[in-house]
């Protein structure tokens, strides 16, 4: 069954150190999307990506986030300079398409430890 | 504001009963509900879903309700097996506005032998 994969599994920084989290999408998708979880909390949404562009983000997608493809399979997301409470465990996930017909894929996330 | 809620954070079954998750949601514009499963250390799985034009939609051994008037959502989960322990969240989306889903806080489902 395809996945959406994540790496790397689990990511320890220093405070201020940039960061990039990576994912392989479904090769089939067109959406792709980060979300976040801090320990104990709901799964929040950070940002939609389509047509290689951003397609909505929340408030919580500040100037420190940014996402890119950088090719046809990855889909990245940097923080530029990391704060105690960007520890979280990050989730990228993708559909092929609208809400009609797309279920969301999830991968299994990348924890993220700011020190 | 908006806010997807459970009521419950934890519910215990035994193995082999019925399961009924609940969720609330203020949002009255909602239109799309989602049911989600995550298992410790994975990312949340796709149950099953419901859009706004129905009440009730069943699967393989799950049934979601939708009740509008009273904004409430519920996961049903048919002869609970040990292999459904996990958390469990609920997520709404307003599909004419909105890409993104809005998470409820989650009930863990705990199944004993």
């Known amino acids: 069954e395809p996945e959406v994969t994540q790496t790397p599994s689990h990511q320890v920084t220093q405070m201020g150190q940039e960061v990039i989290l990576r994912c392989v999408p479904i090769?089939?998708?067109?959406?792709f999307y980060w979300y976040r979880q801090i320990l104990g909390q709901k799964v929040e949404f950070l940002v939609s990506?389509?047509?290689?562009?951003?397609?909505?983000k929340s408030e919580i997608f500040d100037d420190q986030f940014s996402v890119e493809r950088p090719d046809g399979s990855n889909f990245t997301l940097k923080i530029r300079s990391t704060k105690l409470e960007d520890s979280a465990m990050y989730f990228c996930?993708?559909?092929?398409?609208?809400?009609?017909?797309?279920?969301?894929?999830f991968g299994e996330g990348s924890r993220l430890t700011v020190l | 504001g908006e806010s997807v809620g459970l009521h419950l954070p934890t519910l215990s079954v035994q193995e082999g009963d019925n399961s009924i998750i609940n969720c609330a949601y203020s949002?009255?514009?909602?239109?799309?509900f989602i049911w989600y499963k995550q298992e410790s250390g994975k990312g949340p799985q796709f149950i099953i879903d419901?859009?706004?034009?129905?009440d009730k939609r069943q699967g393989q051994r799950v049934t979601v309700l939708l009740n509008k008037t009273v904004k409430h959502l519920s996961l049903q989960i048919a002869a609970t097996q040990p292999g459904d322990s996990a958390v469990y969240f609920c997520?709404?989306?307003?599909?004419?506005?909105?890409?993104?889903?809005?998470f409820g806080t989650g009930t863990r489902l705990q199944v004993f032998p």
């Open positions: 996930a993708s559909r092929d398409s609208g809400w009609n017909t797309g279920e969301l894929f």
């Open positions: 090769s089939n998708h067109l959406y």
């Open positions: 990506f389509y047509n290689n562009e951003i397609s909505e």
């Open positions: 949002n009255s514009a909602s239109d799309y």
């Open positions: 419901i859009r706004s034009n129905m």
């Open positions: 997520a709404e989306n307003r599909e004419m506005d909105t890409d993104k889903l809005i």
